[in-house]
């Protein structure tokens, strides 16, 4: 790889859909129902197809990896994205439903140690860096959110049989906008109450009546 520092390094510069947020609790990837390898940390961004930062993001990958391996066709690695319809097809075939990554690439980034976290706040990027304010804040980054992410992209070489050497995503930062629709959990209690504020009064309407008893 290169000597050069940060050389990997990659910012979002718009926001993107946050989806699979597994951002305070390191879980073991799965295959086939099982547990495999060691506990990450991880999150997949979902980004439209004329997002501004798909070029960008596929260069920075692609440099990292000539890089190592000066004239690889691209074509021949394993990379961190998949296509939104191959993502939307394989969770059709399992009876979930991914339709919101049709048409769109996913990214998916994963650490073994926390990323740093943030969120806009009153317009303000907010660093959470306390175990009390991630605590405050972790209902945030919730699937579906709109979010900015910053990753380091570093190559690798195959160490199975019949896999591709490729390029890995490892999550340094999310910052959630705690904004769009909320694509799986159910609806969020504001979402479900929200036909209570404004109707309320102080006054009891019980008052003096008989009461009874989800590339």
Do not use: C
């Amino acid at each position: 790889m290169s000597d050069t520092p940060n050389a990997g390094i990659f910012a979002s510069t718009a926001p993107a859909t946050l989806i699979h947020p597994a951002l305070f609790e390191a879980k073991a990837f799965k295959r086939n129902g099982k547990d495999v390898g060691d506990p990450k940390f991880s999150g997949a961004f979902v980004l439209a197809a004329d997002h501004p930062d798909v070029a960008a993001l596929k260069a920075k990958a692609l440099g990292v990896a000539r890089a190592k391996w000066p004239g690889i066709d691209p074509n021949s690695l394993a990379w961190p994205w998949a296509k939104g319809d191959v993502v939307a097809d394989k969770a059709k075939a399992k009876n979930k439903n991914a339709e919101y990554a049709r048409g769109k690439i996913v990214v998916t980034a994963r650490s073994k140690f926390q990323p740093r976290l943030g969120g806009l706040e009153s317009g303000k990027i907010v660093d959470y860096e306390t175990d009390a304010a991630k605590a405050l804040a972790k209902s945030k980054f919730y699937f579906g959110t709109d979010a900015l992410f910053e990753v380091n992209f570093v190559a690798y070489d195959a160490i199975r049989d019949g896999e591709k050497n490729g390029v890995n995503a490892y999550l340094n930062q999310v910052v959630t906008l705690n904004r769009g629709e909320r694509l799986a959990g159910g609806p969020s209690p504001s979402e479900t109450f929200k036909g209570y504020v404004g109707t309320s009064t102080d006054e009891d309407p019980t008052s003096g009546a008989d009461q009874g008893g989800d590339w």
